[in-house]
């Protein structure tokens, strides 16, 4: 019985299940050497491009030197990203992503200088280095994987499991791609030396450059590089493997290469296998031995839509449309751009995208490629999908679940480990496009399971809140309960005689209450300033008042009751801390606030005329005299507050049958803000409040369902003055304001109409 | 006869005391139903289903009330209740309009910092403190709408999330690539 390694040395095959025999357009890009382009004028550089969080290095007018670091970043998954050639940084906003939505992202743009000149670069010779100067080295030089998934490098060298077998995947299974197959034709050697430092960092027993069998040129130049490099006699062997699609797809080239099959959620590492693409074998030895960050890579540029067909270095962060013009493209306006191969890649909406390092090939393919529009016919259930399918799925139970969007059903039948490679879709007898449906399902399953981390964190949240407020409420009932007792422990004799005093006349008061029956009219017009007695007797009045009002409004017979609440609370401030009179005004405003609520609440019996002229005339006229009347401002707020629930309350009112209510609300809000001072904020923002709660109140009103022949006759003046230079937030107010008053009135309109 | 009677009144002893201590020992505290329905609901705790938070809404389903007072979880959450509970699916009892995911926003200049939108917010997703701006943390707002109502200045706005690389949703746009001539070996 062979082992493993046995088995390896030799050559051994295994069979993967699926996969198909596309026509090969490899010849159409092959057969030139690797060029290089013009420089372009601008280079679009993502930031971040992988790893999620990470701080700019640079700013807007900033001058980079090719190699230059743009990001840093302190997690693991971070990669840097560096200036693909020399210029000067000329913005920094979002710009379209090379992503089939082209949704923008934060991209750096780079304004070419021409002069293409390097950032100080440190070669170094990695048998000098410790295995984590190697890694340190191979992050900061930004590899990520160049096969097209884009994963950081640093973190697959660095395995926690033991690694027996590195393959070397030049496998490059695409119908059209040919970046790989002439990259090691042409630079076999750098390959070596990226592999030779990949097995000084993991130690694996043997090495596999695995290669199809329609490169021989490249597996022959492989074989020689071999020979001449430094990696141990017998450690390193290239296997070629028969032409299929998907062979290069990393599950299924294990699977080739060693016939183990990578369980479903699981990684290869932990079959002991590792996996790097020959592009990133050649970066890292870029990175190591002559320290250049990865800035450029080979772009295989193809389709008969481009005059010059081939494979190109080209910068990371290169405009796709300099790409085209650069190559010879003959592709007309509109058409379809696919970046990646015609299998696995995506049309980009857009070509004004950069290069990312995952960016293996762009095809523009002409008139004879393009497939007219094919209509989605039903399936047959032919079974052919899951025939051509590598990863042993049943596709057209995939496709019944993801059409019906019955997703978690989808899932069950492991839809996640679906590779999106489109042998499905290429087989379908009926044009089903497989694989977009599989995107969408699998788009709305990872939202799916975001909303459900959402809400369990929402939920989280709010359980800790409501035992904060528990915890709160507790702590202040303690404190108070302890504040209570202290008192009544330093309570003297005096006082308890006080306290009884005070009981007998709150007894006294309850009495006079119950005959009491005098006019709601009540008109605060203290302006003692410090009769502080006065005003107490003042206040008792009026509570009583208030208290008989609504005794009256409360019986439930209170027919043909005119009641003509006329508040005329004439708030007149002249001296600036007059403090009592305007508490006392602003008592008696609340007052007359609930009485009208009373007057609103009471069930209104059939036929009841309720002529209630509410003439709410607030004439606050606030005309701080000096700086920080700030007291007078919010007696002002809130008067107007209350004038505005007492209208919601009469509009709030259940409207019987046969009541006419003609309401004439005339609600005159002159609000006469006369800033006298340079940055008088206070007043500015008590006249944003008065605008809001104006708007608030005409709602309401609008809203009332039986409003008949409501005359809403809304004069909202808000004649802002500016007297001061730079009171620029006052006129936008203004304009604010006047803006919402027209919206009500229209909206006032449509009620009525 | 005896016998029988009182082997019967022995085994019904038996098994009693054996019933009366499993329902002491594997006593279920709550009623783990309350639990499956919580995890159903979105846990917005906006309050449109008319109690106080996700789990009273989950407690009162259990105790059956309907299941179509959640508009932030939709139909597909009524349809995952229906299943849960066995009862046949109903229509939302609102209209669909609230599907689509908000997260409030404060506009800055205008907060007067009168923290009132930090006392409505159930999730404490509103930070600042008196007389200072305050503003959203848009990653753990639920959209539940519950601060827009108390802001005295009307500076809250509820804004559609606009989408990203991460959430963008596949459209189906296929890459039509005909073949050319199927016969060429590979």
């Known amino acids: 019985m062979l082992t493993l390694l046995d088995q390896l040395d030799q050559g051994t095959l295994w069979r993967s299940p699926g ?554 401030p002249a001296a600036a801390d007059d403090k009592q009179a305007k508490i006392a005004a602003a008592v008696a405003r609340a007052k007359a606030k609930k009485a009208q609520q009373a007057q609103a609440d009471s069930p209104a019996a059939v036929q009841t005329e309720v002529q209630a002229e509410v003439q709410t005339r607030v004439q606050t006229e606030v005309q701080p005299a000096a700086a920080d009347d700030k007291q007078a401002k919010i007696a002002a707020a809130v008067a107007r507050a209350k004038a505005k629930k007492a209208q919601q309350a009469q509009a709030d009112n259940p409207a019987a049958v046969q009541i006419e209510a003609p309401t004439e609300v005339q609600t005159r809000v002159q609000t006469e803000v006369q800033p006298a001072a340079a940055d008088d904020k206070q007043a500015r923002i008590a006249a944003a409040v008065a605008r809001a709660k104006a708007k608030k109140a005409q709602q309401a009103q609008t809203d009332n369902p039986a409003a008949m022949r409501t005359e809403v006759q809304n004069e909202v003046q808000t004649e802002v003055q500016p007297a001061a230079a730079d009171d620029k937030q006052a006129r936008i107010a203004a304009a604010v304001a006047k803006a919402k008053a027209k919206k009500a009135a229209s909206a006032a309109k449509q009620d009525k109409e | 006869m005896f016998i029988a009677v009182s082997l019967l009144t022995l085994l019904a002893l038996v098994f009693g005391i054996l019933l009366g201590f499993a329902a002491q020992k594997f006593k279920v505290e709550g009623n783990p139903i309350v639990d499956q329905i919580d995890t159903l609901l979105p846990q917005t705790q906006c309050g449109q289903c008319g109690y106080p938070g996700c789990r009273p809404y989950a407690e009162a389903i259990a105790n059956g009330d309907k299941i179509n007072k959640c508009p932030p979880g939709g139909t597909a959450t009524m349809e995952k209740l229906a299943e849960l509970m066995g009862v046949d699916p109903e229509p939302l009892n609102a209209s669909a309009e609230t599907q689509v995911k908000k997260v409030a926003y404060i506009r800055e200049d205008e907060c007067i910092g009168c923290t009132k939108c930090i006392q409505a917010c159930p999730v404490d997703a509103i930070i600042g403190a008196g007389k200072l701006m305050h503003t959203v943390l848009t990653s753990d707002c639920t959209g539940c709408d519950l601060c827009v109502e108390p802001c005295p200045v009307d500076c809250i706005d509820m804004i559609p999330v606009t989408p990203n690389l991460k959430n963008w949703n596949w459209q189906l746009n296929a890459i039509p690539v005909t073949l050319l001539d199927e016969e060429k070996p590979c």
């Open chain 1, 19 to 572: 996969g198909i025999h596309p026509p090969q357009e490899k010849s159409l890009s092959n057969t030139t050497a690797i060029a290089r382009l013009a420089l372009a004028q601008q280079y679009l550089v993502p930031v971040p491009q992988v790893g999620e969080s990470c701080t700019l290095s640079v700013k807007v007018g900033d001058r980079v030197l090719k190699g230059t670091p743009l990001t840093q970043g302190t997690s693991l998954q971070h990669l840097p990203v560096h200036a693909p050639t020399s210029g000067t940084v000329i913005a920094i906003e979002p710009r379209p992503s090379n992503h089939a939505s082209a949704l923008p992202v934060n991209t750096c743009v780079i304004a070419a200088d021409g002069q293409d000149s390097w950032c100080p670069l440190q070669p170094s010779d990695p048998a000098e280095l410790s295995q984590q100067q190697i890694l340190d080295k191979v992050r900061s030089a930004g590899i990520a994987g160049l096969g097209g998934a884009a994963f950081p490098s640093h973190i697959k060298l660095n395995p926690v499991s033991e690694i027996e077998l590195v393959i070397i995947n030049g496998v490059e299974c695409e119908p059209y791609i040919t970046s790989d197959d002439r990259l090691m034709r042409e630079h076999s050697d750098d390959i070596l030396a990226g592999i030779a430092i990949i097995h000084k960092l993991v130690q694996p027993q043997r090495i596999v450059i695995a290669i199809e069998d329609n490169k021989p040129e490249a597996a022959e130049a492989m074989t020689q590089a071999i020979g001449r490099s430094q990696l141990p006699v017998g450690s390193t062997r290239v296997t070629v493997i028969p032409t299929k699609y998907p062979s290069g797809g990393e599950k299924q080239l294990i699977q080739i290469i060693t016939g183990k099959e990578v369980p479903a959620g699981a990684i290869p590492a932990q079959l002991g296998v590792l996996v790097h693409n020959v592009g990133t074998a050649y970066a890292i030895q870029a990175a190591v031995l002559q320290g250049q960050p990865l800035v450029e890579r080979v772009v295989t540029v193809t389709g008969q839509s481009i005059g010059r067909p081939g494979n190109y270095w080209v910068p990371i962060g290169t405009p796709v449309t300099h790409l085209l013009e650069a190559s010879g493209s003959t592709a007309f306006a509109g058409q379809k751009i696919i970046v990646g191969g015609p299998m696995m890649g995506h049309a980009l909406p857009q070509t004004q995208v950069p290069v990312l390092k995952g960016t293996n090939c762009i095809l523009a393919p002409g008139a004879a490629e393009l497939a007219t529009e094919v209509e989605e016919k039903a399936c047959i259930r032919c079974g052919e999908c899951a025939q051509a399918c590598p990863a042993q799925l049943l596709p057209q139970q995939l496709f019944w679940h993801a059409k019906a969007e019955e997703y978690d059903k989808a899932a069950g039948f492991n839809l996640k480990d679906c590779i999106e490679c489109g042998c499905c879709s290429y087989v379908c007898p009926s044009d089903i496009p497989l694989v977009e449906y599989y995107r969408v399902a699998k788009s709305a399953l990872r939202q799916a399971a975001e909303d459900k981390l959402q809400a369990e964190r929402a939920k989280q949240r709010f359980e800790a809140r409501l035992q904060r407020l528990e915890e709160e409420k507790l702590a202040r009932e303690a404190k108070a309960k302890e504040a209570a007792e202290r008192r009544k422990a330093s309570m003297s004799p005096k006082d308890k005689d006080a306290v009884a005093a005070a009981m007998a006349r709150i007894q006294a008061k309850k009495a006079a209450t119950e005959t009491a029956a005098v006019s709601p009219d009540a008109q605060a017009t203290e302006a003692a300033g410090g009769n502080k007695s006065a005003a107490v007797a003042a206040a008792v009045a009026r509570a009583k008042a208030k208290k008989a009002q609504q005794a009256q409004t409360d019986s439930p017979a209170a027919v043909r009751t005119e009641v003509q609440t006329e508040v005329q609370t004439e708030v007149q």
